[in-house]
């Protein structure tokens, strides 16, 4: 399985269906998009990130300096 | 005495017996149909809560919408659900001058969210919780976009003028893992620089399922050192809010009445990627590198309500939300200042768009009242569209404003562009994000030493005409 936004590989299972076996919860554990396996993800190419880019998004809030 | 809530739970019934709540029995979809019923009632007059009772795959309900229209909103204050929107603000103004009321604390077997405890991070799953489902169909995850989340400042742990109870948005990642997205701005980042200078964990505490003036409060931008509970009594008109001690952090305190109460910490310096979001503006944030929580308790009611709310294209319930409680504090703090100030309606986009009314004491003085608003923490970076009109004027009435604009505005004097200032970085008009430009318009009436060359006397209305009101209502009721 592939992550519909980055093409990662790294997805995990990070839930089901509590009640019934009706559904699971997939995580991209490089850009933490996550669906349900009874949704079909249509990623909008504005919202498709490439491994490369995640690491340069910006960073919220910036992290300070480390008091000395 | 106004009606008091200290619960969701209460105030649903009051809504249920007012009309002002669906049930949707049958079984539904987690996507679309809960995001899909948000958009609807914002989409109706006077729009109702809409519960749904079972949620396909999840053992518990969900409840969106609560505050989704001003016959809500007025309900939410103990008033008719016809108060006026204007009404609703005078009456909030009325009691924000009760703050502080100090909240009731609660001892840990009075408390309702402590009905039952997961003490063991391993046992915790949040989808066993709570029916998260996606809001908006490109957001990057299962968001709570209605919690109210408390914090301390790490300086000053046991001030408790200090403690921040604060809406972020959260996304889920996890089991018993969120990300949450605190901008420079917000309270909370003060509080999370202080702890990543040290290298410390922020104790956090995320609550969902609030009575409506917790939630409430914890959107109204007030000061850093004035606590929300206190103006939570304040808007009980005096009938303070009930809190009880966390389980992990004794300086922190949770609404007693939560239905779901997450107990964590953010991860100090650490940042991983969240969103998109549907935003308030009406589009979507996009993904940024933001801070993650790690939650290793919980306590909840038994059979918890997940309460969450849609975000869309104004105006929907996130609107009605934040519309008073951003017009109400900068009134507040603006009339400290410039008591010839006589409301304020910050109501457009959280407060993005500005009407003031205010009488003027000499040239200029609209213009300074604009700049008083733009110094206020919120105006500073929120507000872009200010305009100022005389007191005559009712700031919510936009006719009027349309009125006073098209009447009073000479535009090479009146209309001034201020560069380079801070701005939402959530308005997408905003670049770089977190920088804009101001527009003030003033549409007051010059006053001396500011000439007014062709002074006019305004119209007045007939004698009698507040009987013929009267009567024109009258006799429409009777057809």
């Known amino acids: 399985m592939k992550c519909p936004r980055c093409d990662g590989n790294k997805i995990e299972v990070i839930a089901t269906s509590p009640v019934g076996n009706v559904w699971e919860v997939y995580e991209c554990m490089d850009c933490f998009y996550s669906w349900r396996s009874t949704e079909t993800p249509h990623i909008h190419d504005k919202f498709k990130l490439k491994k490369e880019q995640i690491d340069t998004l910006q960073v919220i809030p910036p992290i300070p300096p480390l008091d000395k | 005495m106004a009606k008091v809530y200290q619960d969701l739970r209460s105030f649903l019934s009051t809504l249920e017996e007012n009309g002002q709540l669906v049930r949707i029995k049958e079984e539904v979809n987690p996507e679309p149909d809960i995001a899909a019923a948000g958009r609807a009632a914002a989409n109706i007059e006077s729009g109702p809560a809409v519960l749904f009772e079972k949620v396909k795959g999840y053992p518990y309900s969900v409840v969106t919408n609560v505050h989704g229209s001003w016959a809500n909103h007025a309900l939410m204050l103990g008033m008719d659900k016809t108060a006026t929107t204007k009404e609703q603000f005078h ?36 989808f066993e919780l709570l029916p998260l489902y996606r809001i908006n169909d490109q957001d990057g995850g299962f968001f709570l976009s209605k919690a ?18 604060g809406t972020y948005r959260i996304q889920v ?34 609550t969902v399922g609030n009575s409506p003036l917790v939630t409430y409060m914890a959107s109204t931008p007030v000061m850093y050192t004035q606590n929300e509970y206190e103006f939570v009594g304040a808007l009980q008109d005096g009938v303070p809010t009930q809190i009880v001690q966390s389980d992990l952090y004794k300086n922190l305190y949770v609404p007693a009445g939560s239905e779901v109460v997450l107990e964590g910490y953010i991860e100090p310096r650490v940042r991983e990627v969240e ?28 059979n918890p309500i997940f309460e969450n709310l849609y975000l869309g294209i104004p105006w929907t319930e996130i609107d009605y939300l934040m519309a008073l409680n951003t017009s109400v504090p900068l009134y507040q703090q603006i009339k400290r200042d410039f008591p010839e100030v006589q409301a304020v309606n910050a109501m457009y986009t959280h407060g993005i768009g500005c009407i003031i009314s205010t009488k003027v004491r ?26 100022i009109v005389d007191e005559f004027v009712d700031p919510f009435n ?33 670049y770089p994000a977190g920088m804009h430009s101001k527009l003030i318009i003033d549409a007051t009436t010059p006053k001396d030493p500011e000439p007014n060359p062709r002074e006019v006397e305004l119209l007045e209305p ?12 009258k006799l429409m009721s009777e057809m």
């Not at chain 2, 007939?462 to 209502?473: Q, T």
């Open chain 2, 148 to 165: 109210s989340i408390i914090t301390a400042d790490p300086n000053e742990p046991d001030n408790f003028d200090k403690l921040n109870v």
């Open chain 2, 398 to 430: 936009l006719p009027q404003v349309m009125w006073a604009l098209t009447t009073r505005v000479r535009p090479d004097k009146d209309v001034v562009v201020i560069p380079n200032c801070p701005g939402m970085p959530l308005d997408p008009s905003s």
């Open chain 2, 462 to 473: 007939p004698a009698g005409y507040e009987k013929y009101e009267a009567l024109i209502r």
């Open chain 2, 91 to 126: 009456e909030i103004n009325r009691r924000w001058d009760r703050f502080p009321v100090k909240p009731e604390i609660l001892k840990r077997e009075e408390a309702p969210c402590k009905e039952n405890t997961i003490d063991k991070a391993e046992d915790i799953n949040l």
């Open chain 2, 275 to 302: 969103g998109p979001f549907g935003e308030f503006p009406g589009s979507y944030s996009g993904s940024r590198r933001q801070c993650v929580i790690t939650i290793t308790h919980v306590t909840h009611r038994t």
């Open chain 2, 173 to 206: 990642k996890g089991k018993n893992r969120v990300g949450i997205q605190a901008l420079a701005f917000h309270d909370i980042a003060i509080q999370l620089e202080a702890a990543e200078r040290k290298n410390e964990k922020v104790p956090i505490c995320i």
């Open chain 2, 362 to 387: 000499f040239g200029g003085f609209g213009k300074e009242v604009a700049f008083r608003l733009l110094s206020t923490p919120h105006g500073g970076s929120y507000s872009k569209i200010i305009i």
